[in-house]
């Protein structure tokens, strides 16, 4: 940890220490073998670590030793995700970026749209295939488990939100 709390570089090293450093890859490998991509999960794991949840480009490039367009991609696709948000630094023209608040609830809760999307296409799909035959039905039936899962998110989300408040959280 440097004198800040945070778990980045101590004065005058340009990387983590050993540990911490072997934190971020270990947890980036779970997220990439999860389906991330690899710089994205790098740099995902790297805010986490970091004091505020919050670095800019420099420091990323530096920690992780990437090039700043390996960043710029990186952050692009957490961006998109809705994992990280950026922000200008006060009075500079750099830019930030910050893990955005309940991160992992929002994540999870964004999958609502795609899943939503699906089960409206496997649907059709469904109809369109013949839902007496086996396409059909096999269709059909993912359908019917995605939308499971989207209802039962809801309310593994919403049990998650009433804990938070009880532990004076979000």
Not at 20 to 38: H, I, K
């Amino acid at each position: 940890m440097t004198p800040s709390g945070d778990a980045g570089p101590h004065p005058g090293e340009d990387a983590y220490p050993a540990p911490v450093a072997a934190f971020v890859e270990r947890f980036a490998a779970d997220l990439t073998e999860a389906g991330m991509p690899r710089m994205p999960s790098r740099v995902f794991a790297c805010l986490l670590v970091s004091r505020d949840g919050a670095l800019s480009s420099a420091d990323l490039a530096e920690r992780l030793r990437i090039s700043p367009a390996a960043v710029s991609g990186a952050v692009r696709y957490l961006s998109q995700v809705r994992m990280v948000s950026r922000e200008r630094e006060p009075g500079s023209r750099r830019e930030r970026y910050r893990l955005l608040p309940d991160v992992w609830y929002e994540a999870i809760a964004s999958r609502d749209t795609n899943l939503l999307r699906w089960v409206g296409t496997l649907k059709e799909g469904a109809r369109t295939a013949g839902e007496d035959g086996p396409a059909g039905q096999r269709l059909a039936e993912t359908a019917e488990f995605l939308q499971f899962l989207v209802d039962e998110l809801r309310g593994v989300l919403e049990r998650w939100r009433v804990r938070q408040a009880e532990r004076g959280g979000a």
